[in-house]
């Protein structure tokens, strides 16, 4: 079955600086990949999401890459906000072709100081 | 905003009683996936539906968990017996296969065993 990793489990950076959470994929068949965001004690909630026909989407100050080559996909959040602490966790599906479930990587803890 | 639905919030129990958890899904959401979340695993897929059919329960403990749609607009997460282990947050997530939005997770059912 599929497998995430995803680096750092912990990261803190400066206000204004930007931030890079990285991930990879073991299932070459895997096709979307979504970002997610949980705030202490609230659900996780969907940020960005990116398929395999495209290699980079943007949305504001976020935006995710994806290289499928190497299998690895990142989130990058610029300018950075007080707001944006929070467990960003990435995920991996073959959600068009098969009937695979969606699998979690183990969360980053993104600290904002300002 | 359309939402998923668990109840309840919070449950707390004791050692070797049953515990039911709730999920209504989004209507007309026909892929259902239930997690635990704890600090130290992150996101566990415990069970994953589609059209009510069980598609991967092989994240679950068989000989004390169970997972059901009786139908469309429910889904159920049985514990029995309880154990302190279980203690952990119980997240429902549901949405349309082969759609091209994300998937939509409740606000989750924070379960405490003593």
């Known amino acids: 079955g599929e497998n995430v990793e995803q680096h750092p489990s912990t990261l803190s950076v400066q206000e204004g600086d930007s931030a890079v959470i990285k991930c990879t994929y073991s299932d070459s068949a895997s096709n979307y990949f979504p970002w997610y965001k949980q705030e202490l004690g609230k659900r996780p909630q969907l940020i960005i999401d990116?398929?395999?026909?495209?290699g980079e989407k943007k949305d504001q100050r976020i935006a995710v890459t994806l290289n499928k080559t190497a299998k690895h996909f990142s989130l990058h959040i610029t300018e950075t906000q007080p707001e944006d602490s929070a467990v960003y966790f990435c995920a991996a599906q073959r959600r068009i072709s098969g009937n695979t479930p969606l699998v979690f990587g183990k969360g980053t803890r993104l600290s904002v100081i300002a | 905003d359309a939402r998923v639905t668990q109840t309840p919030r919070d449950k707390v129990t004791e050692m070797g009683q049953e515990v039911t958890m709730r999920c209504q899904p989004i209507?007309?959401?026909?892929?259902v996936f239930w997690y635990r979340q704890t600090m130290m695993q992150g996101l566990e897929l415990l069970a994953y539906f589609r059209n009510r059919a069980p598609l991967d329960d092989s994240g679950m403990p068989k000989d004390r968990f169970s997972a059901e749609m009786p139908d469309a607009t429910l889904a159920t997460l049985k514990i029995q017996p309880s154990e302190p282990r279980d203690s952990a947050v119980y997240f429902c997530?549901?949405?349309?296969?082969?759609?091209?939005?994300?998937?939509?997770f409740g606000s989750g059912t924070r379960l405490t065993v003593v």
């Open positions: 209507l007309g959401h026909n892929t």
């Open positions: 997530a549901s949405g349309l296969a082969g759609s091209l939005a994300g998937y939509t």
């Open positions: 990116i398929r395999s026909n495209v």
